[in-house]
């Protein structure tokens, strides 16, 4: 008798932890499905998040070459106090794109920078290769020269810093 009785609470407590058991796997499974949901969703976030950060990251570089363009060209103009062929066909290939990737202030800003440079080739040009006598006309060319090179080599440096900075300024 006390043998049944041992037997009777062991399947007793068979069942009971059968049902619990099945009762645990509901509850897992129905907290499983949304817990699998805000897992992907928190995954799908954070992905959106990297590419953000990316396009940023793209973006700055890109800018960044152009600003690098036109340093190369203030550098060289500082340098030399002209302006040659390779340093306007390296402007302008590091530049082509300011177009698509700044606002229209910086694409005429650097329109205004080309034009200044070829100005300054232009006066240099006639200062020294067109033979043109000294006088009150070499005198005003020279003088205008003079005045666009201290625009471009010491004012621009400046007032690129300050144009660009919006447009470079890192924010994580």
Do not use: C, W
């Not at 793209?58 to 340098?79: N, P, S, T």
């Not at 340093?87 to 200044?116: P, W």
Request: hydrophobic share 40%; net charge positive.
């Amino acid at each position: 008798m006390f043998i049944n009785v041992i037997q009777y609470f062991d399947s007793a407590i068979k069942q009971v932890n059968i049902a619990s058991l099945q009762v645990s796997i509901q509850l897992l499974s129905s907290f499983l499905t949304p817990l699998i949901a805000i897992t992907a969703a928190y995954i799908a976030y954070q992905q959106y998040r990297t590419n953000k950060q990316k396009l940023k990251l793209d973006m700055y570089e890109k800018r960044f070459k152009v600003y690098l363009g036109l340093q190369a060209l203030l550098i060289h103009i500082l340098e030399n106090a002209d302006v040659s062929d390779e340093a306007l066909k390296y402007f302008q290939i590091n530049t082509s794109e300011s177009a698509f990737i700044f606002g229209k202030d910086i694409s005429d800003y650097l329109s205004s920078i080309r034009n200044k440079s070829i100005t300054l080739r232009g006066q240099n040009y006639q200062l020294y290769h067109a033979g043109l006598p000294i006088g009150e006309e070499r005198n005003r060319i020279a003088e205008a020269k003079n005045k666009l090179l201290f625009e471009l080599t010491d004012q621009e440096f400046k007032i690129s810093e300050q144009k660009f900075a919006k447009y470079l300024r890192i924010n994580i």
